[in-house]
């Protein structure tokens, strides 16, 4: 299906960063970034490549209001009102839990954009956004239920032209690094350039990253061995909301080698994992290794443990 929004400019650029190379045991010219936190949309992200397609699906369908479910820093939520706003739609957010005192780092943007968030309390999220649009479809509003982070085996096919992109842009990639949240950005990568090549670092959104991955393979046509997998879940620390000591480090010395700012969640638990695979050899000097900054700025700045 022709997507009918397009959002993004690609490809996406490749930065070199020596200096993090050599402060992990990488050659000069072994590590890149590649800069999918620079997508203009809403703040930037990788979820803009999987909401052209799922926004794409939802206009088709003559769709007047997304909704979509996260925690309450969520990137995929952020950009969901983005995109709304961008297609003159209405939008529900359906976060965990319950308001904060004070709306900070994403949260802010979600209402800047103009959308509507709906708390979950005690209830799952998706029990509640089951009945939203239950509320919504009844009262005419026309919903479109994006899932959690965007992610579907449609969707992932974003991350498949990532993939392309960095083929041609990167001669003798050997590794690509990237965080695995809902699993449809390491599913895209992998479902190109195959299992050895892409490390997926855990972030813990998912009780089992490596069938969460699998599963989205197989439904895109490209199955794999869900023990071929390279999926790190040795960053997760106490879990998904929380900031581990390495996960810190890390992105201190992105920050402070490269000038690179990352966030605590995806990209900083990403640059801890590359970390830990430069220091276990399994990623070694010579080979061509390629960090995705997926973006998620604005959720540093609303991360409880930060600071």
């Not at 299906?1 to 072994?30: C, K, N």
């Not at 992998?190 to 069938?211: H, K, N, T």
Request: glycine share 14%; aromatic share 2%; with cysteine.
């Amino acid at each position: 299906m022709q997507q009918p929004v397009r959002w993004l400019t690609a490809p996406t650029p490749v930065e070199p960063a020596p200096r993090l190379a050599a402060a992990i045991g990488l050659g000069p010219d072994d590590l890149l970034v590649k800069r999918d936190d620079l997508i203009g949309l809403g703040g930037g992200g990788n979820k803009v490549r999987k909401l052209e397609i799922t926004c794409g699906q939802a206009v088709a369908e003559g769709a007047r209001t997304l909704v979509t479910t996260g925690a309450p820093q969520s990137n995929h939520a952020r950009l969901t009102a983005a995109a709304g706003a961008r297609l003159g739609l209405d939008v529900v957010l359906v976060l965990a839990g319950t308001p904060p005192a004070r709306a900070v780092g994403n949260l802010v943007l979600d209402a800047l954009f103009g959308a509507h968030i709906v708390w979950s309390g005690d209830r799952a999220p998706a029990e509640t956004a089951a009945a939203t649009v239950k509320a919504l479809a009844a009262d005419g509003r026309a919903p479109f239920l994006i899932p959690f982070g965007g992610t579907t085996p449609e969707s992932a096919g974003g991350y498949a032209t990532a993939a392309r992109e960095l083929l041609d842009q990167v001669p003798g990639l050997a590794h690509v690094v990237v965080s695995a949240g809902s699993g449809g950005t390491m599913a895209g990568l992998v479902s190109v350039l195959g299992p050895d090549r892409v490390l997926g670092v855990s972030c813990g959104a998912v009780s089992d990253a490596r069938a969460t991955v699998a599963a989205l393979l197989e439904a895109m046509g490209t199955p794999v061995d869900p023990e071929a997998l390279r999926i790190d879940t040795g960053q997760i620390g106490r879990g998904y909301p929380h900031l581990s000591d390495t996960t810190r480090a890390a992105m201190e010395l992105a920050a402070r080698t490269e000038g690179l700012a990352v966030d605590a969640t995806y990209v900083g638990r990403a640059v801890a994992g590359l970390i830990a695979a430069a220091s276990q050899g399994s990623i070694r000097p010579g080979e061509r290794t390629v960090l995705v900054h997926t973006g998620g700025l604005p959720g540093l700045f609303g991360h409880p443990e930060v600071g």
